[in-house]
């Protein structure tokens, strides 16, 4: 095989490395990324917090009561009005101003004692509570207690007594453990217990 010869290349120009103009554009690029980094840093803090905010609840009480067709009635209800759900901290019966504890003997809950104070002849009682770590999605609407009477029943207090003498406490947070609130339905001024933390 034979040889062939390479061409002579010229030689290439020195390089100028070292010049102003390209120390700035090294340090416009290193300023360009540390402005994305800062960028996607604010950005994923300003989502975190616009997603805590969707899930901020809120919960409604709403005390009523009155006469309708069928007699008279006393009604105590939650709503969940909030954007998030609720998580309850602690649910408190008061009656009398007194807070009736839960779990006394034979796992009745306070509300028995509450029925036990305030029932009379011709009168039907509904009451449910929530125990703590319950979850209240948004948009649901809880009846806590509902006492009616039927027409005719004579000789008993009119209903809307019951109100100064029943009170409910409930504490709640969002799912995250913030955004921490009370709702208190009662319709008589009293000092209540502090949430827990």
């Not at 839960?102 to 029925?115: D, E, F, M, Q």
């Not at 509904?126 to 979850?135: L, M, N, P, R, S």
Request: charged share 20%.
């Amino acid at each position: 095989m034979t040889e062939l010869p390479l061409p002579d290349l010229p030689e290439t120009p020195p390089r100028a490395g070292g010049g102003p103009l390209h120390r700035l554009q090294s340090l416009l690029a290193m300023v360009i990324a540390l402005a994305a980094i800062g960028l996607a840093t604010w950005e994923g803090l300003e989502n975190r917090k616009h997603n805590r905010l969707t899930v901020h609840p809120r919960l409604g009480g709403e005390v009523q009561s009155g006469r309708n067709s069928s007699g008279e009635y006393v009604r105590f209800a939650v709503e969940s009005t909030g954007l998030g759900p609720a998580v309850v901290r602690s649910f408190r019966i008061y009656l009398d101003g007194q807070r009736l504890e839960s779990g006394v003997a034979g796992g009745s809950t306070p509300w028995n004692s509450v029925i036990e104070a305030v029932a009379s002849d011709g009168m039907s009682i509904d009451a449910h509570g929530f125990g703590a770590g319950y979850f209240m999605p948004a948009g649901r609407e809880y009846v806590l207690f509902d006492a009616r009477r039927q027409p005719g029943a004579e000789g008993t207090p009119p209903l809307s007594e019951m109100l100064g003498r029943i009170a409910v406490d409930i504490c709640y947070c969002s799912i995250y453990g913030s955004d921490c609130d009370r709702v208190l339905l009662a319709t008589t001024k009293f000092e209540v217990e502090a949430c827990p933390r």
